[in-house]
C-alpha cells in the first residue's frame, strides 16, 4: 500500500484526531464512543490511531487537556489586560461564553462527565479545572474586593456563570427557543457579581 502524499493544507493528523475525537466523545460519550470511528472521521486507520494516542483513555485525556489549555490561554490574557475590573470581567464573561460557543462538542463532553457518575474524565476535569477556576477566583477576589457584592460566594457564582454557558452552548437547536436571540451572557454575570454602584 503506497504511502498517502503529504498535503500542506491538511491539518497534522494529531490535530484531526483530536478535533474527530472531541465530535465523538461529545455524541457518545466516553464509553460508547468507538476508535475505529474517530480514526475515520480523522482519515485514518484505527493502527494509525493507536500509533499517537495508545488508548482510549490517553485520547480523551489529550481532547480534555488541549480544551482546557486553549481556554486558560484565553482567558488568561483577559485577567492580565489592563483596565477597569468590571470592564476585566465582562471581557472574562465574553471570552468564555465565545470559547464554549465555538466549542459545542467539548461543552457536551464537560457536562457528559459534571453529571456522569465515576466516568474516566472527572480526575481530568478536576486537574484541568480546578486550577483554571482557582486563578479566575482569585482574579475575582483581588481585583474586584470593592466591586463586587458583599458576601458573594465567588467560587459558586463562577461555576454556576460557567454551568449555564456550557448549557447553553451545547443545547444545539434549543439555544434560540430557551434563551433567546441576544446574548445575555454578560447582563446576567453583572447583576450576579457586581454591586449596584459597580454597574
Known sequence: MARP???????????????AAELEFARDGFEAARLEDVARDAGIHRPSLLHHFPSKEALYAAVVARSFAALGAALAGTIAAPGPFDRRLE???RAFARFVDARPSLARVVLREVLGEGGPGREILLAEVAPLLGRVERFVRREGRNHIRPLLPVRAALVDTAVALLTRAASGDLRRPLWGASDAAWPVARSLFLKETAR
Open 91 to 93: 471581557r472574562l464573561v
Open 5 to 19: 502524499v503529504h498535503d500542506p493544507r491538511r491539518a497534522p493528523t494529531a490535530r484531526r484526531l483530536l478535533d
